[in-house]
């Protein structure tokens, strides 16, 4: 039997060669391996359930033990809109943020109808029956802001104290409209969106435009492929004031609990003149929080800033009079 000499000088290499793939491939499959366990073991903002609303049934997330805070997102949002603030919030209440009817998990009702204020007023009214609570401290951004002004107004036995992030009362809003040329400019997107056509030109993608963080994005996205667009815009066909704009003449019940309002000044949907004359609409504490250079996701583009206020002036506020 003969054998090449060659092979001899050449095994070595190929060894060397394989041991050195072996070792790449190890490295990642260890890489992969710590990435999934990272993921796996980052902790979850909450535990989820559903409240029965009537026939519509509310998708929450719920952290923490203590007296209840519920958080409600705006438009176009859901309950990750939080996701700066629960963490530290949890350390004192028992969180709930909630998706609102028509967003994401939570049943998306067909109609105009089933959007109108006092059905979203007792969406937040079976929330917190649903903890078998009779009051909580209520949150809200944008179209959360305004059922958080509604609910105080409607419910005020229900409600400790109020937290309003970018919204102002309605009927600043709506004195603004009637008289302010730049609030109307401002709110041409809220015209469009009360045309029938509104919803087909939208997408899950472009809802999503404003969402930097890329993670975040991607859960956004899937979030609003879950939702429905027509229940989004209904919100603005059932409540958003329609032209032509009139001031406000109905006298509304004045807000009894102490309220927080936080306003980023780059607002470019709300304007910050609509601020003006909130006290006297309350019959309790405002305390006004501006926030220059900040735009309308104030929760997001300010986190740190806002969560510090929330969480310093519910520790130091009591609720009533």
């Known amino acids: 039997m003969s054998f090449d000499a060659s092979l001899l000088r050449t095994r070595p290499a190929v060894r060397e060669s394989a041991y050195t793939m072996r070792l790449i491939c190890t490295m990642l499959f260890l890489m992969v391996i710590s990435i999934t366990v990272s993921r796996a073991e980052e902790p979850p903002l909450g535990e989820h359930g559903f409240a029965q609303s009537g026939d519509t049934r509310i998708h929450y997330v719920t952290a923490g033990k203590g007296p209840l805070l519920v958080m409600i997102h705006g438009f176009p949002d859901y309950w990750y809109t939080w996701r700066n603030q629960m963490p530290e919030l949890a350390k004192t209440f028992q969180i709930v943020a909630i998706d609102q009817r028509g967003y ?103 809802l999503a435009f404003w969402v930097k963080d890329p993670e975040a994005k991607s859960k956004y996205i899937e979030a609003f492929k879950r939702s429905s667009f027509e229940g989004m815009l209904n919100y603005y066909k059932a409540n958003y004031p329609k032209p032509p704009y009139r001031a406000p003449t109905t006298e509304v019940p004045k807000v009894q609990c102490p309220v927080l309002l936080i306003h980023g000044l780059a607002d470019t949907a709300l304007l910050p003149g609509a601020l003006n004359d909130t006290w006297q609409w309350l019959d309790n504490d405002l305390t006004l929080v501006t926030i220059p250079k900040v735009d309308h996701f104030v929760q997001h583009t300010a986190a740190d800033k806002v969560t510090h206020r929330i969480s310093s002036w519910l520790n130091v506020t009591t609720a009533g009079k």
């Not at 609910?151 to 009637?178: C, K, S, T, Y």
């Not at 008289?179 to 401002?186: C, D, F, G, M, R």
């Open 104 to 206: 994401n998990r939570s049943d998306q009702p067909v109609g105009v109808e089933n959007y109108t204020m006092p059905k979203l007023v007792g969406d937040v009214k079976a929330v917190i029956n649903h903890f078998g609570r009779n009051k909580a401290v209520v949150l809200g951004h944008d179209w959360g802001g305004a059922v958080a002004w509604s609910f105080a107004m409607a419910h005020p036995e229900m409600v400790d104290r109020l937290v309003i992030l970018n919204l102002p009362h309605l009927n600043g809003l709506q004195r603004e409209l009637a008289t302010n040329p730049e609030q109307q400019k401002a709110s041409a997107y809220a015209r469009h969106f009360q045309t029938p056509e509104a919803a087909s030109r939208l997408t899950a993608a472009g």
